[in-house]
């Protein structure tokens, strides 16, 4: 294989132009070559002079004005210009000895070096005229839409590339009719006149990239040689590169393509030992372009020469077919005859044709504006919804028309960020599209900033000019979003904010108007139209926040009764809103209603600060444009409020009235309390800015001079006011505690305007003690007042409320913890926070005004009194609450101490209810009253009863309820002052209680000779059950119960049964409720139950003579009493002792009669009224059954 020419070509294109073939050589160019060829060797001429004389002559001869036009195939002489060199002998000779046959052959030697160059006057320079695709090009300065629908169906009749078929091609027919709102007749017509055109002139545009595993030896001095098969002769080669582990060149070329079928690019690798020095660029389109090429091929003559060593490292080949419509991105294999493959190369490959490439460019951008519109409008997306994807067809599109434009990357990316920003200003979509593709778009392969040729500068500030004002509105209507803000609009701000910024990075030419005022007819700004971004950013926050509160204000209303009596109001609040009040004083006559004023700016104030809060979370959004977000919205909440709040303020100062201590309402409109309140809410709000600000002054820095007038009289005020709340707080208060907490409302209400003054006294911020002194003594005076009346108001409270019937333990709890709470909680630690000892003392050693002081030491021993008067109120509250206990002890003194005991027993809830609901001081007070009380009423019972008819048992339980009452006091760790007193009355209460009998056990052996008597079974039902004494424990399975009688008419009913052991007090287990679930309607009078019960026995009760297991049946009634159908007693001798061993399923059931209840016998009544049982049960029991004649 012969080397080719080694060469520099230059094929960086400008203005993102396709390459193109060159014109003819000029005369000037084969005879210089000619005559280097013939006589290079022989002349021994070393290279560096031959390309020194060749520069030197071309030089000459281009610059000279008289020089004749090129003329292809002649012989004439060219007059070279003379120079002063020492090889002009050795020129002169060349040049002389140029003929025709010389010129002939190097015409043909340049034809054959594929030189490309991007000029276009070069391109167009001996061109007789267009090529076929030419004829039939848009202009560059204007198409139509109609024209770029005839290129795209021209296009779609001649698709370029592999990856295209006839299948589609209607499809994309149909698809383009749609896009451009074609009507099917016009669509007809200029398709046939597409159709008939001739085909494009295609070509091959290629960048050789790099090229890599090759061996360590060939990576240096290696060179990149392409051509098309079909075309052996037209070949081109890339620089030399040198020193190089991985040779790089990203040098770009092209290729006219005669057969697409059947024609292959070949890429050859070459080795050159010696180092062979590489052209200069050729971007620069003139003349020294020509100089450069000479020196190329000069240099590929001495390569050619006998004593230049190079070898080839390999050779790729792709088929052109093989080549798909869009760019195509490869590594290539090298081979080598007769040799394993060796490493690849790296190209980049597209088909394209010779359009111009500006024209391209300009119908890409109006394609994509055309079939984006089509994409929303088909697909009726909601605005910042949809992701950017066209669909197949349009991308089918965009490739074709790319390929025949012979479109870089670079003018795509261009054409697609113009075309998508004009379409999203009408349409708005996702920012996360416009976001990538404006990176891309700007940033090189190295992360830098792309520098935009003049026209590219225009086109891209354009579309940004288009863009902006969207990115700009979405600002401004991000408050209103706030409602509805999501996940969704946050990732869309987010992307708007940094296309922002990049855009910021980017300086727009001057001569671009980038905020037109048509466009911006909302913003109101000082700047000039050509303002920086950055500050149109603020501006547009600006007016967002601005808008916002103005609209907040706007909604300011009045009651509709006020609405009627002050008819002007709507007028002066539209003063304010629209800052009429900043350009005029307004007095307070003109407000009809100022305290509504008042109260709405209170109520609207603090809002802002959530407001910017909440706006505060865009500030990490915003960072990326060094804005703070929340500071500027806050800068103009300020601005606002200043403007609106001040004078309202000022006026209602100047009217407040003075005080008067005589009048029962100094204030009847509240203004004074409004005030501070929007005091208060102001100083909250100055210091959230200062947050913001760190002390620098804003227009809200100095709102306390606002308030100056209003303070005194407010603190004169305040007094009486705190009385009266106090008084309301009271009578609104039910004396039921707060969840978690043992005081009620009223308390909390008294701390809170405790709070309330210390808050405002101490929000003042005085600058000296002088000035705070008559302050803090009004202060202090009001506290000890306010203290005091409270103890009286609870005092009457409780009075009250114990006149009423019913259960007021609760109440009278509560009202004990409310004075202890405003005494522990409100008014010491007050004075201690106040610190007013330490301030009078100051005040005694430093100032000559002593009675001033003498006047402060006196309201200090008002705050010990408050606290005494206080003290002996909830002491009164406290002794009551014990009398209550006590009178029930005293009404039930003949009750069995069960009463007692139980927890649902009258001493144990009053008991629980003081221990629940007092504090543990009160309590353990309270408790000591009860039980040394409780123990002198014992005492007194005894004596009044002891010579009386008394049975023993009312002396047991009397000695029990002792018993209990001293055994819970105990645990109280309380102190018994009289011990003798107690030990007497034990001691008398021992011995009365003997002698006791147990009536009821009796009276249940007697029932047991009556169920023995019983015959018929079926006037009373009958139970079936197991039982076994088995491991210290009676096991009991209820089977079921039949033939029941009931006083149901429809003969069905509901039982159950209930268990238990006699005598109770000898088996503790059996007072536990045992009893079966309900058997809800059973029928025919029978019910299955099968339910098993253990109760534990003591050591030898299973032998206790006597002892009985009581079965009760009763009918379940939900709205009534459960009626009983009857009972059974077995015996413990009764149970088979057998069993006790074996499994409780071998145990045989016991069928036992139930007997009726209504037969009671009379000396039961009897013992009932000798008054000789022993516990209060058994009393209620014979009661119940001596007045309904059944047992419960």
Same mark, same amino acid.
């Given at each position: 294989?012969?080397?080719?020419?080694?060469?520099?070509?230059?094929?960086?294109?400008?203005?993102?132009?396709?390459?193109?073939?060159?014109?003819?050589?000029?005369?000037?160019?084969?005879?210089?070559?000619?005559?280097?060829?013939?006589?290079?060797?022989?002349?021994?001429?070393?290279?560096?002079?031959?390309?020194?004389?060749?520069?030197?002559?071309?030089?000459?001869?281009?610059? +000279?004005?008289?020089?004749?036009?090129?003329?292809?195939?002649?012989?004439?002489?060219?007059?070279?210009?003379?120079?002063?060199?020492?090889?002009? %002998?050795?020129?002169?000779?060349?040049?002389?000895?140029?003929?025709?046959?010389?010129?002939?052959?190097?015409?043909?030697?340049?034809?054959? /070096?594929?030189?490309?160059?991007?000029?276009?006057?070069?391109?167009?320079?001996?061109?007789?005229?267009?090529?076929?695709?030419?004829?039939?090009?848009?202009?560059?300065?204007?198409?139509?839409?109609?024209?770029?629908?005839?290129?795209?169906?021209?296009?779609?009749?001649?698709?370029?590339?592999?990856?295209?078929?006839?299948?589609?091609?209607?499809?994309?027919?149909?698809?383009?009719?749609?896009?451009?709102?074609?009507?099917?007749?016009?669509?007809?017509?200029?398709?046939?006149?597409?159709?008939?055109?001739?085909?494009?002139?295609?070509?091959?545009?290629?960048?050789?990239?790099?090229?890599?595993?090759?061996?360590?030896?060939?990576?240096?001095?290696?060179?990149?040689?392409?051509?098309?098969?079909?075309?052996?002769? @037209?070949?081109?080669?890339?620089?030399?590169?040198?020193?190089?582990?991985?040779? !790089?060149?990203?040098?770009?070329?092209?290729?006219?393509?005669?057969?697409?079928?059947?024609?292959?690019?070949?890429?050859?690798?070459?080795? &050159?030992?010696?180092?062979?020095?590489?052209?200069?660029?050729?971007?620069?389109?003139?003349?020294?372009?020509?100089?450069?090429?000479?020196?190329?091929?000069?240099?590929?003559?001495?390569?050619?020469? =006998?004593?230049?060593?190079?070898?080839?490292?390999?050779?790729?080949?792709?088929?052109?077919?093989?080549?798909?419509?869009?760019?195509?991105?490869?590594?290539?294999?090298?081979?080598?005859?007769? $040799?394993?493959?060796?490493?690849?190369?790296?190209?980049?490959?597209?088909?394209?044709?010779?359009?111009?490439?500006?024209?391209?460019?300009?119908?890409?951008?109006?394609?994509?504006?055309?079939?984006?519109?089509?994409?929303?409008?088909?697909?009726?997306?909601?605005?910042?919804?949809?992701?950017?994807?066209?669909?197949?067809?349009?991308?089918?599109?965009?490739?074709?028309?790319?390929?025949?434009?012979?479109?870089?990357?670079?003018?795509?990316?261009?054409?697609?960020?113009?075309?998508?920003?004009?379409?999203?200003? /009408?349409?708005?979509?996702?920012?996360?599209?416009?976001?990538?593709?404006?990176?891309?778009?700007?940033?090189?392969?190295?992360?830098?900033?792309?520098?935009?040729?003049?026209?590219?500068?225009?086109?891209?500030?354009?579309?940004?000019?288009?863009?902006?004002?969207?990115?700009?509105?979405?600002?401004?209507?991000?408050?209103?979003?706030?409602?509805?803000? %999501?996940?969704?609009?946050?990732?869309?701000?987010?992307?708007?904010?940094?296309?922002?910024?990049?855009?910021?990075?980017?300086?727009?030419?001057?001569?671009?108007?980038?905020?037109?005022?048509?466009?911006?007819?909302?913003?109101?700004?000082?700047?000039?139209?050509?303002?920086?971004?950055?500050?149109?950013?603020?501006?547009?926050?600006?007016?967002?926040?601005?808008?916002?509160?103005?609209?907040?204000?706007? $909604?300011?209303?009045?009651?509709?009764?006020?609405?009627?009596?002050?008819?002007?109001?709507?007028?002066?609040?539209?003063?304010?809103?629209?800052?009429?009040?900043?350009?005029?004083?307004?007095?307070?006559?003109?407000?009809?209603?100022?305290?509504?004023?008042?109260?709405?700016?209170?109520?609207?104030?603090?809002?802002?600060?959530?407001?910017?809060?909440?706006?505060?979370?865009?500030?990490?959004?915003?960072?990326?444009?060094?804005?703070?977000?929340?500071?500027?919205?806050?800068?103009?909440?300020?601005?606002?409020?200043?403007?609106?709040?001040?004078?309202?303020?000022?006026?209602?100062?100047?009217?407040?009235?003075? &005080?008067?201590?005589?009048?029962?309402?100094?204030?009847?409109?509240?203004?004074?309390?409004?005030? !501070?309140?929007?005091?208060?809410?102001?100083?909250?709000? @100055?210091?959230?800015?200062?947050?913001?600000?760190?002390?620098?002054?804003?227009?809200?820095?100095?709102?306390?001079?606002?308030?100056?007038?209003?303070?005194?009289?407010?603190?004169?005020?305040?007094?009486?006011?705190?009385?009266?709340?106090?008084?309301?707080?009271?009578?609104?208060?039910?004396?039921?505690?707060?969840?978690?907490? =043992?005081?009620?409302?009223?308390?909390?209400?008294?701390?809170?305007?405790?709070?309330?003054?210390?808050?405002?006294?101490?929000?003042?911020?005085?600058?000296?003690?002088?000035?705070?002194?008559?302050?803090?003594?009004?202060?202090?005076?009001?506290?000890?007042?306010?203290?005091?009346?409270?103890?009286?108001?609870?005092?009457?409270?409780?009075?009250?409320?114990?006149?009423?019937?019913?259960?007021?333990?609760?109440?009278?709890?509560?009202?004990?913890?409310?004075?202890?709470?405003?005494?522990?909680?409100?008014?010491?630690?007050?004075?201690?926070?106040?610190?007013? #000892?330490?301030?009078?003392?100051?005040?005694?050693?430093?100032?000559?005004?002593?009675?001033?002081?003498? =006047?402060?030491?006196? !309201?200090?021993?008002?705050?010990? +009194?408050?606290?005494?008067?206080?003290?002996?109120?909830?002491?009164?509250?406290?002794? #009551?609450?014990?009398?209550?206990?006590?009178?029930?002890?005293?009404?039930?003194?003949?009750?069995?101490?069960?009463?007692?005991?139980?927890?649902?027993?009258?001493?144990?809830?009053?008991? %629980?209810?003081?221990?629940?609901?007092?504090?543990?001081?009160? &309590?353990?007070?309270a408790i000591t009253f009860i039980w040394e009380s409780i123990v002198e009423l014992i005492k007194q019972i005894v004596d009044t009863t002891h010579m009386e008819d008394k049975p023993p048992g009312f002396y047991k339980n009397l000695k029990k309820s002792l018993e209990f009452f #001293?055994?819970?006091?105990?645990?109280?760790?309380?102190?018994?002052?009289?011990?003798?007193?107690?030990?007497?009355?034990?001691?008398?209460?021992?011995?009365?209680?003997?002698?006791?009998?147990?009536?009821?056990?009796?009276?249940?052996? #007697?029932?047991?000779?009556?169920?023995?008597?019983?015959?018929?079974?079926? =006037?009373?039902?009958?139970? @079936? !059950?197991?039982?076994?004494?088995?491991?210290?424990?009676?096991?009991?399975?209820?089977?079921?119960?039949?033939?029941?009688?009931?006083?149901?008419?429809?003969?069905?009913?509901?039982?159950?049964?209930?268990?238990?052991?006699?005598?109770?007090?000898?088996?503790?287990?059996?007072?536990?409720?045992?009893?079966?679930?309900?058997?809800?309607?059973?029928?025919?009078?029978?019910?299955?139950? /099968?339910?098993?019960?253990?109760?534990?026995?003591?050591?030898?009760?299973?032998?206790?003579?006597?002892?009985?297991?009581?079965?009760?049946?009763?009918?379940?009634?939900?709205?009534?009493?459960?009626?009983?159908? %009857?009972?059974?007693?077995?015996?413990?001798?009764?149970?088979?002792?057998?069993?006790?061993? $074996?499994?409780?399923?071998?145990?045989?059931?016991?069928?036992?009669?139930?007997?009726?209840?209504?037969?009671?016998?009379?000396?039961?009544?009897?013992?009932?009224?000798?008054?000789?049982?022993?516990?209060?049960?058994?009393?209620?029991?014979?009661?119940? @059954?001596?007045?309904?004649?059944?047992?419960?």
């Amino acid at each position: 294989m012969n080397p080719p020419l080694p060469g520099s070509i230059d094929f960086v294109l400008e203005d993102g132009a396709a390459p193109a073939l060159p014109p003819p050589p000029s005369p000037l160019h084969a005879r210089l070559l000619g005559v280097a060829a013939q006589h290079l060797s022989a002349m021994e001429l070393n290279m560096d002079e031959m390309l020194s004389a060749g520069e030197r002559v071309l030089n000459g001869g281009l610059e +000279d004005e008289e020089q004749p036009a090129a003329v292809n195939g002649t012989d004439s002489e060219l007059p070279l210009p003379p120079v002063e060199t020492p090889h002009q %002998g050795r020129e002169s000779i060349l040049m002389s000895e140029l003929g025709k046959e010389g010129m002939d052959v190097l015409a043909g030697l340049i034809r054959s /070096e594929p030189v490309v160059n991007c000029d276009k006057a070069a391109a167009e320079d001996g061109a007789d005229g267009k090529s076929n695709a030419e004829s039939h090009s848009l202009t560059i300065n204007e198409f139509t839409e109609e024209q770029l629908y005839c290129e795209l169906l021209y296009q779609t009749h001649h698709p370029l590339g592999n990856d295209v078929s006839d299948a589609n091609q209607g499809q994309i027919f149909d698809f383009l009719k749609t896009a451009f709102r074609i009507d099917d007749k016009k669509h007809e017509e200029k398709k046939n006149e597409a159709k008939i055109k001739d085909k494009p002139d295609v070509k091959l545009n290629l960048e050789i990239i790099e090229v890599r595993d090759l061996k360590s030896s060939e990576t240096s001095g290696t060179s990149a040689v392409y051509y098309l098969k079909n075309q052996p002769d @037209n070949k081109a080669e890339s620089d030399v590169q040198h020193d190089k582990k991985i040779p !790089v060149w990203n040098e770009k070329g092209s290729l006219p393509i005669s057969d697409k079928e059947n024609d292959a690019l070949i890429v050859e690798i070459w080795k &050159y030992a010696e180092e062979v020095p590489n052209a200069s660029p050729s971007s620069n389109k003139t003349v020294k372009d020509k100089i450069g090429t000479l020196k190329n091929m000069a240099k590929g003559l001495v390569l050619n020469s =006998k004593n230049a060593d190079r070898k080839c490292s390999g050779i790729a080949e792709i088929l052109i077919k093989d080549i798909p419509s869009g760019a195509m991105d490869e590594w290539i294999p090298l081979k080598k005859e007769q $040799k394993k493959a060796r490493g690849e190369v790296h190209v980049l490959l597209s088909l394209g044709t010779s359009r111009d490439v500006q024209v391209g460019c300009k119908e890409h951008r109006r394609l994509v504006r055309v079939l984006v519109r089509s994409e929303l409008e088909n697909r009726a997306k909601a605005p910042f919804t949809w992701d950017g994807r066209l669909s197949d067809t349009a991308e089918q599109v965009l490739t074709q028309h790319r390929a025949h434009a012979s479109l870089d990357e670079s003018h795509v990316q261009l054409a697609r960020w113009a075309g998508f920003c004009d379409q999203h200003e /009408e349409t708005p979509f996702n920012f996360h599209v416009l976001e990538a593709m404006l990176k891309k778009l700007t940033t090189t392969q190295d992360g830098a900033h792309r520098t935009f040729a003049n026209h590219e500068a225009k086109v891209f500030w354009d579309a940004n000019r288009n863009l902006l004002p969207t990115c700009l509105k979405f600002i401004r209507f991000l408050f209103k979003m706030s409602n509805s803000y %999501g996940n969704a609009m946050e990732a869309q701000l987010s992307s708007m904010l940094r296309i922002l910024a990049i855009l910021i990075e980017i300086k727009p030419p001057e001569d671009i108007d980038m905020f037109p005022s048509y466009k911006y007819t909302w913003l109101k700004t000082d700047h000039g139209h050509n303002s920086k971004l950055k500050r149109k950013v603020l501006d547009a926050i600006k007016h967002s926040a601005r808008e916002w509160i103005e609209e907040r204000f706007a $909604k300011i209303e009045f009651g509709e009764e006020e609405k009627e009596d002050n008819p002007q109001c709507w007028a002066i609040l539209s003063k304010y809103k629209d800052g009429g009040v900043a350009k005029r004083k307004i007095k307070v006559q003109e407000i009809a209603n100022p305290k509504a004023l008042l109260s709405c700016y209170n109520n609207e104030i603090p809002g802002l600060k959530e407001c910017v809060l909440s706006s505060s979370f865009h500030d990490e959004q915003f960072k990326c444009l060094d804005i703070q977000y929340s500071k500027v919205v806050l800068q103009v909440f300020d601005n606002k409020v200043n403007q609106v709040v001040r004078p309202l303020v000022l006026s209602i100062c100047n009217s407040l009235k003075k &005080y008067d201590p005589k009048d029962k309402e100094p204030d009847p409109q509240n203004k004074s309390t409004d005030l !501070v309140c929007l005091y208060f809410t102001l100083k909250n709000f @100055n210091e959230f800015e200062d947050t913001y600000f760190h002390g620098e002054k804003v227009k809200c820095s100095d709102f306390h001079n606002w308030f100056a007038r209003g303070v005194s009289q407010w603190l004169d005020i305040t007094l009486l006011k705190a009385m009266n709340m106090i008084k309301a707080a009271v009578e609104l208060d039910q004396l039921e505690p707060l969840d978690d907490v =043992k005081f009620s409302s009223s308390a909390v209400d008294v701390l809170g305007i405790f709070d309330m003054l210390e808050k405002d006294l101490r929000a003042l911020k005085w600058p000296d003690e002088k000035d705070e002194f008559p302050l803090m003594a009004k202060l202090v005076k009001s506290i000890t007042a306010c203290t005091k009346h409270y103890a009286d108001q609870i005092r009457q409270k409780v009075v009250k409320v114990t006149d009423l019937p019913g259960d007021y333990e609760i109440q009278l709890c509560t009202a004990i913890n409310n004075i202890e709470h405003i005494l522990v909680e409100g008014l010491e630690p007050l004075m201690k926070k106040l610190n007013v #000892e330490a301030l009078f003392m100051t005040l005694t050693k430093i100032r000559s005004h002593i009675p001033e002081c003498h =006047k402060g030491l006196k !309201v200090l021993s008002r705050v010990v +009194d408050a606290a005494e008067n206080a003290d002996q109120k909830m002491m009164e509250i406290v002794q #009551e609450v014990s009398e209550k206990i006590l009178k029930v002890v005293r009404e039930n003194q003949s009750l069995s101490p069960t009463r007692f005991m139980s927890p649902i027993s009258p001493i144990n809830i009053h008991l %629980g209810v003081l221990k629940r609901q007092l504090s543990k001081h009160n &309590y353990h007070r309270a408790i000591t009253f009860i039980w040394e009380s409780i123990v002198e009423l014992i005492k007194q019972i005894v004596d009044t009863t002891h010579m009386e008819d008394k049975p023993p048992g009312f002396y047991k339980n009397l000695k029990k309820s002792l018993e209990f009452f #001293e055994s819970a006091f105990s645990r109280e760790s309380l102190a018994f002052k009289n011990g003798e007193l107690l030990e007497a009355t034990k001691t008398i209460l021992e011995t009365l209680s003997k002698n006791s009998i147990d009536p009821v056990h009796k009276f249940y052996l #007697e029932r047991l000779v009556v169920q023995g008597k019983v015959d018929d079974y079926d =006037k009373r039902g009958q139970i @079936n !059950v197991l039982l076994q004494f088995q491991e210290k424990s009676l096991k009991i399975e209820i089977l079921n119960v039949r033939n029941l009688r009931t006083r149901s008419k429809e003969g069905d009913c509901s039982p159950y049964v209930r268990i238990d052991l006699i005598p109770k007090q000898n088996f503790p287990d059996s007072n536990k409720k045992l009893k079966t679930k309900i058997q809800k309607r059973s029928l025919k009078n029978c019910a299955t139950f /099968e339910e098993y019960f253990e109760i534990a026995m003591a050591d030898g009760s299973e032998n206790m003579e006597n002892a009985l297991v009581h079965l009760v049946v009763k009918d379940y009634n939900r709205f009534g009493h459960n009626m009983v159908i %009857g009972e059974t007693l077995v015996r413990f001798d009764k149970i088979n002792r057998d069993y006790a061993n $074996k499994a409780f399923a071998d145990v045989p059931q016991m069928e036992l009669p139930l007997i009726d209840l209504v037969d009671v016998p009379q000396d039961l009544v009897r013992i009932k009224k000798s008054k000789t049982c022993d516990t209060v049960t058994d009393l209620d029991t014979i009661a119940t @059954n001596e007045s309904t004649g059944t047992l419960n």
